[in-house]
């Protein structure tokens, strides 16, 4: 019998989390083992819990943003040791032999396996991963607030890479919270000129404070129209319906709009913006392993973080109400105290 893994899970769909043992079983071979110091509480982690997506598997034990220590290695583990501090994001594992693997994009792999579906994450004090997905964390950056990094950063930051985003361009982002502020706080590190859109008048200050140039109202029709063909590049963080025609229109010629939220309703948007300037529509979801580590050595060259409220695990339920709230600025991470 392994040692039993200390947790938190929902045994039912949007129920409170309690303490929940199990037995991992044995160590898989590529497989690292993880003593969990600190966990991100995502929006996904939420979806999970209350089976927003698809009816989720109880019990769920959340959490996919997970910084800790190396305690255990498989034999035919590569590349990490023992005592390393590594971060771990949504997925842990995927086939590594299939063309999307072997090209460095695993995260497209038909057998991807994500952290907390189908299995168990990181609301607990060891998690498992292979070695591949246990990111090496950079001395630079702070532990305790680097977790949202392995998500909700990754997110926001293969944008940049899959289409070449240069210093020179005009970056949008919409919607300034767990996403959006680090995209912010990215873009303008790129050297990008850069638009918050926000719904709400009081994070103006709050995104110029981040980093962006000028802010814009993402409800206001006024305001979007005088940004008509000022953007080369519009990043949609947030999952909310929005006025997609008014926000295509802030685009400039050969300009790309591409969403990172998870937007749960259709698209409503007329053809005619895209064909007639020959714009771009697209999406992504979290990185491959390569890009997660250039996004944390990119992370720890201008210290960029993001900006965390911290809850012991043990109040695991009061980080979730914080979250659902819409309180939080802008991610929370639990502490582990088992």
């Known amino acids: 019998m392994s040692t039993p893994i200390r947790a938190y899970a929902a045994h039912t769909a949007g ?13 898989g071979e590529e497989d690292v083992e993880i003593t969990v110091e600190h966990c991100g509480v995502c ?14 598997s109880y019990p769920v034990v959340p959490g996919h943003e997970v910084v800790g220590r190396i305690t255990a290695l498989g034999p035919r583990a590569k590349g990490r040791q023992l005592g390393q501090r590594v971060g771990v994001g949504w997925h842990t594992g995927s086939c590594t032999h299939c063309n999307f693997c072997i090209g460095g994009e695993q995260h497209l792999c038909a057998k991807r396996q994500p952290t907390l ?7 607990a004090d060891r998690l498992r991963s292979h070695w591949s997905w246990a990111i090496p964390l950079p001395d630079a950056l702070d532990p305790a607030a680097a977790g949202p990094l392995m998500c909700g950063g990754g997110t926001v930051f293969l944008p940049f890479v899959l289409h070449a985003i240069k210093p020179t361009d005009r970056v949008g982002v919409v919607g300034i919270g ?74 400039a010629p050969k300009g790309r709009m591409h969403l990172v939220g998870v937007v749960t309703d259709a698209l409503s948007l007329k ?41 012991p695990m043990s109040r695991v339920n009061d980080a979730l109400n914080h979250l659902r709230s819409g309180k939080a600025r802008y991610r929370v991470v ?5």
Do not use: Y
């Open 15 to 27: 129920g409170p989390l309690q303490r929940f043992d199990f037995d991992p079983g044995p160590l």
């Open 43 to 56: 929006h996904s982690d939420l979806a999970m819990i209350d089976s927003e997506w698809f009816p989720a």
């Open 117 to 123: 579906i189908g299995r168990h994450g990181g609301f």
């Open 178 to 251: 767990g996403l959006g502020h680090i995209a912010v706080k990215f873009a303008r590190a790129w050297g990008c000129e850069v638009t918050a859109f926000t719904s709400s008048a009081s994070k103006r200050d709050e995104a110029l404070a981040l980093g962006a140039h000028r802010t814009v109202s993402s409800v206001d029709k006024a305001e979007l129209k005088a940004a008509a063909g000022s953007l080369d590049f519009l990043l949609i963080t947030v999952g909310a319906a929005l006025n997609w025609d008014a926000l295509l229109a802030t685009l």
């Open 271 to 311: 053809s005619g913006g895209l064909l007639s300037w020959q714009k771009g529509l697209s999406a992504s979801p979290t990185p491959p392993p390569s890009v997660l580590a250039t996004m944390l050595q990119f992370s720890a060259r201008h210290q960029i973080l993001p900006q965390v409220e911290r809850f």
């Open 334 to 338: 639990l502490d582990a105290d088992f």
